[in-house]
């Protein structure tokens, strides 16, 4: 073992494939350019152990977390440079462009790169927390194996951030490693995918920084000492003061600019003997004069950021695996409980005093003053009288950046004087060992795993009476008040006083319907039967439309516009699927609703028969409605284009259905699709477009149907909600909502399919998220279509 | 009868742009690819062309309309920073004249235009040239409430110079909410400004990252879907009878009452809002 290490953490989510901001390879292929780069230059310098650790989880949901190294050091974690320098995995012939200094003419040159590792992106993403366990765990053990006369240093190259997965609790695990030189020293680095989005570069202060997991990263990485400044401002970047070691949206020059910082943390090794490093853990009152003088040439000063204070007990300083206590670097897992202290500790405590990261009751006091600056005071002065802005804004409760910054020197000021003499008052958790292996018995239960699509009849059937259903917190166990709060609230505002509770909705009668009403639901008398031609290409999918017609009042306006907007959006829906028809899928529509005599019904005829090719839809559609869409011209104005809107069907609204002989009639159209050919390559997608009106025990005995199917069904849902709900597109995790009817109805639908190819690519998309989409166009459709046609394989 | 003034040039038309330059309009518009500020500018761009053409005639561009563009960010250390978004000869101005606008871009740019082609119904894209007069901007936070005190002290000089003109409009375009107060009591005092044809109109403008589906011109706050949605409405201006007609003509499905605001904007209803909010004034059609 070396006396100083390095570890190179590489994520490798699926959005690592996308290409880099402003280069030409992917970020997976440029970090391992920029690693296998900087393990190059580290020949010649003294030797430090270095890990490359991969993350990801593989097509079974199982974690592949571990070295990366290939050839002769295949499994093994932690390899000295010289060694690897000496070994490479093998020796790729790259093309350098060069400049003749005399011509100045650039040329390519070949030249000999060497590999160490080998890295490839993963289908899903690995949880941070099971990765700085991980690493907590290794860096200890080289910590007790080695005898460090430095602190480890970890370069994390993430890709894209999620919200609700907490980076910063997810470090929380390193603060438990300490080496006699102090913690972990840790740089986070993510690559941007866009150019026109410049970089956030080592950032001095959280308040500016985009709200949610970036502003948290910050507090997930640590400050920059001296030397670090120095190797940065050598290579044109210039941090300001108390910046810390973090880059998001960089580019491929910002990783080779970062890992400059490893070059001149190995050039000042060869300065830090054992011995002098023993010594600045003694007392240096205790030296000579003139062993401190030495010992000040050999330790740079303030070379690592802990700024460790060398006052030390001589029993302490005797024992090396023995690590000193010192506030780590890293936040404590939220919400933290400030210790008690006493000052009259036997052991003098050296602390960290110009640590920048705050501690996790310094980070909640700054996401609070984040949050009150939305939720500021009114200004008292009436519209007439003399306006203001709001000058001294803390005044007012609000997080202006000087009031945010005092009350982080104060926090400071008052962790400062925990005594670390008892691990029992660290301001960590107690360390946690993990199962590297992973198998049944590891420990993941305390963190949320990939979860498998939810089974299609829930064992426990939710509450019946009501489709406004209460379901456990999934975070807290209890059961959700939420929305009954805001039904009280709605049902105390006079305006909404007219929206009947949908438990109390009245059956169905004939003299409730308003005069002139007309239940229908029938094909248009000129829709046109296709009669296919033989085209030779096998259809790869079934797009099933399953629409509900239900409404919560038929007496209520707003009810029959939101069922018009359904009923557009479907038409719209069908006209592009035939605008883009290459005769690659079939398409099904299939209403269902409650008829005025209180019989359920059920259309699925409209097209002329089940199911049809996308290349014919037009043809068969009985009125063809032209329309106009606008698009943007380039160049500030619009542009026309003409469309149409096919419409198969005279379609009116009925009171809330069960869904279920809707959903068995879909059935049946998939199994008459699967008994036509046996070639078919991807499962048929059901999209239930719906305002999600119906008792939830009913929805699922529908559910229940597509079990009767033995092939997969991709089970999607279109909500318009009746009440006013921002839109919401492909959640991955139950926050998007306090409604608890839409959170239930987002547990019933499967994931998106495709979605690990367009996580990253296409804005609020992430490897987890399920095909439901709220009150907005279902454009997504058409990608995952795409997508699913391009990259599954054929079979 | 209100909002009535023709507009020439003896009674000028003010048309006030105050722009969300924070950093979070770096954010892709309404899940296209494009930054929100950059489909910002170019919309502001292409609207600034199309008034100096129209107000070009036989004798040069005429001077009939005064016009400001205004950005407002903070600094890194949460000063807020409100200026003038033109740049080139006219930067650090405040409030210019078309003609000056029409006879000073920064540079002319060139862009992909898009167009359609006639013989297949698909559309394609030809090089042509634009000027530019705003770049975009994002950094820093969202100091709403100076921005609206800023504007009311400029409109508060221009209408004492103009007070027989029709009233100035003021376009706001934002993403956000305000993180420096509460804007509704800014907003109603510049609202209660006025020349003797009426009070100084407000409409304001959100963008969206998100193809939600979008608002334009709401009656009521009755299914707006959140706090912000309802207060761009509270700060937002009744639309005036004729643009109320004209609105109606494009074929806006507007109720009586609907209000200078659009929520969850994509580039399209960017340009419409623009389009809406500015082209019915007297005169300008």
């Not at chain 1, 690592?16 to 901001?21: D, E, G, L, Q, S």
């Not at chain 1, 974690?63 to 995995?89: C, H, M, Q, Y």
Request: hydrophobic letters at 40%; a negative charge.
């Amino acid at each position: 073992m070396n006396k100083a290490c390095v570890v190179f953490l590489i994520e490798e989510a699926p959005s690592m494939r996308m290409r880099i901001a402003e280069g030409t390879h992917s970020k997976l292929e440029s970090i391992s350019t920029a690693i296998n780069s900087a393990i190059r230059q580290m020949d010649g310098l003294p030797p430090m152990d270095v890990a490359v650790i991969g993350y990801h989880r593989n097509l079974s949901g199982e974690p592949e977390l571990g070295s990366r190294f290939g050839g002769k050091f295949t499994g093994k974690v932690w390899v000295s440079s010289d060694d690897l320098i000496a070994n490479p995995l093998r020796i790729e012939s790259r093309t350098r462009k060069s400049m003749d200094p005399a011509t100045r003419l650039v040329t390519p040159v070949q030249v000999d790169f060497p590999v160490w590792f080998e890295t490839e992106c993963g289908p899903g993403k690995l949880e941070h927390i099971h990765v700085f366990r991980y690493l907590a765990e290794m860096l200890q053990e080289w910590a007790e194996a080695a005898q460090p006369i430095l602190p480890p240093l970890v370069f994390s190259f993430l890709a894209d951030l999620q919200p609700g997965n907490s980076i910063a609790n997810a470090v929380v695990p390193l603060g438990s490693v300490s080496t006699p030189q102090g913690f972990p020293v840790l740089f986070q680095f993510h690559a941007g995918t866009y150019a026109n989005v410049p970089a956030i570069k080592y950032p001095s202060v959280p308040q500016f920084l985009p709200y949610g997991p970036v502003q948290e990263l910050f507090f997930a990485c640590s400050p920059l000492s001296e030397p670090m400044f120095s190797a940065l401002r050598q290579n044109q970047e210039f941090p300001s003061h108390g910046a810390k070691g973090l880059v998001h949206n960089g580019r491929m020059i910002d990783i080779v600019r970062m890992l400059s910082i490893l070059k001149t943390i190995q050039t000042q090794l060869g300065t830090l003997t054992p011995e002098s490093s023993e010594k600045a853990q003694g007392t240096p009152e205790a030296m000579p004069e003139k062993t401190q003088a030495a010992e000040k040439m050999a330790m740079p000063e303030n070379a690592f950021p802990p700024a460790f204070s060398p006052t030390r007990s001589p029993e302490l300083s005797t024992e090396k695996t023995k690590t000193p206590q010192m506030a780590s670097p890293f936040p404590s897992p939220l919400p933290a409980a400030r210790t008690e202290h006493s000052l009259s500790s036997s052991i003098e405590r050296a602390v960290p005093l110009n640590l920048n990261v705050p501690h996790s009751s310094e980070s909640a006091a700054i996401s609070q003053s984040l949050a009150e600056k939305n939720v500021s005071e009114m200004p008292e002065n009436s519209p007439s009288a003399e306006i203001g802005p709001a000058q001294e804004t803390s005044d007012a409760g609000e997080a202006d950046p000087q009031s945010v910054q005092r009350s982080i020197q104060t926090d400071s000021q008052g962790t400062s004087e925990i005594p670390a003499d008892d691990s029992a008052r660290s301001p960590f958790p107690p360390q946690t060992r993990i199962n590297r292996d992973f198998t049944e018995d590891s420990s993941f239960d305390d963190v949320p795993r990939i979860t498998p699509l939810p089974p299609r009849i829930p064992k426990e059937p939710l509450p019946a009476e009501s489709t406004k259903i209460q379901l456990p917190n999934l975070l807290t166990g209890e059961i959700n008040s939420i929305f009954d709060d805001f039904d009280r609230a709605e049902d105390e505002d006079d305006s909404l006083a007219d929206i009947p509770s949908v438990e109390n909705l009245p059956e169905v009668k004939s003299e409730i319907v308003p005069h002139g009403f007309k239940y229908c639901c029938d094909a248009l008398p000129d829709n046109k039967i296709i009669g296919e031609p033989e085209t030779g290409i096998p259809r790869q999918s079934l797009l099933v439309l399953l629409v509900d017609r239900s409404v919560s009042d038929l007496m209520y306006r707003p009810a029959h516009e939101i069922w018009n907007r359904r009923l557009e959006k479907t038409r719209f829906m069908l006209g592009e699927i035939s605008r883009r028809g290459r005769g690659r899928y079939d398409v099904a529509l299939v209403f269902y609703g409650k008829e005025q005599d209180g019989s359920m019904s059920v259309v699925s005829d409209t097209l002329g028969s089940s199911f049809i090719c996308d290349k014919y839809l037009a043809g068969a559609a009985g009125r063809v409605e032209p329309m106009m869409v606008h698009i943007p011209n380039g160049i500030g104005g619009l542009l026309s284009l003409p469309r149409k809107k096919l419409s198969f069907t005279e379609c009116s609204p009925t009171y809330p259905a069960n869904p279920t002989p809707g959903f068995e009639r879909a059935v049946e159209i998939i199994q008459e699709w699967y008994a036509v050919s046996s070639r078919k390559i991807l499962p048929p997608v059901l999209l239930h477009i719906t305002s999600g009106q119906f008792q939830m025990e009913h929805f699922d005995d529908a559910l229940g149907k597509l079990n009767q199917v033995d092939m997969p069904i991709c089970f999607q849902q279109w909500i318009f909600t009746e009440r006013p709900h921002p839109g919401i597109c492909c959640p991955n995790d139950e926050m998007f909502t306090t409604d608890q009817t839409l959170l239930a109805l987002w547990e019933r639908t499967d994931a998106l399919p495709a979605r690990e190819f367009l996580a990253g690519v296409r804005p609020g998309i992430h490897e987890e998220s399920r095909g439901m989409v709220v009150n907005m166009d279902f454009d997504v459709l058409f990608e995952v279509l795409d997508t699913m046609a391009q990259k599954m394989p054929q079979s | 009868m209100a909002y009535s003034q023709e507009i020439s040039r003896h009674n000028k038309a003010c048309f006030l742009f105050l722009l969300d330059q924070s950093y979070s309009m770096e954010e892709p518009l309404g899940a296209s690819q494009n930054r929100k500020c950059d489909e910002l500018v170019s919309a502001l761009n292409g609207w600034l062309q199309n008034m100096a053409i129209r107000a070009s005639g036989d004798s040069g561009i005429k001077d009939w309309m005064d016009i400001g563009v205004f950005g407002y960010r903070t600094d890194q250390i949460g000063n807020p920073i409100i200026e003038s978004a033109l740049r080139g000869p006219l930067a650090g101005r405040s409030i210019v004249s078309i003609s000056d606008i029409g006879m000073n871009p920064i540079r002319i740019d060139q862009r992909m235009q898009v167009i359609p082609d006639e013989e297949t119904g698909e559309v394609f894209q030809i090089p042509c040239e634009v000027p530019i007069w705003v770049d975009p901007v994002a950094e820093g936070g969202t100091p709403m409430c100076h921005m609206f005190y800023h504007a009311h002290e400029l409109l508060s000089v221009w209408i004492q110079e103009h007070p027989f003109s029709f009233p100035p409009i003021v376009v706001h375009i934002t993403d956000g909410e305000s993180q420096d107060g509460d804007p509704i009591p800014y907003a109603r005092a510049l609202t209660n400004l006025a020349t003797n044809d009426g009070n100084v109109l407000l409409f304001n403008c959100h963008l969206s990252m998100a193809a939600n589906d979008s608002f334009m011109f709401p009656a009521t706050p009755n299914g707006l879907p959140d706090q912000l949605a309802f207060n761009l409405f509270e700060m937002s201006s009744v639309l005036p009878e004729t643009f109320y007609q004209h609105a109606v003509m494009e074929g806006f499905p507007l109720q009586p009452g609907a209000r200078g605001m659009a929520f969850n904007a994509d580039m399209v209803c960017l340009i419409q809002f623009l389009n809406m909010g500015t082209q019915a004034a007297p005169g300008l059609r």
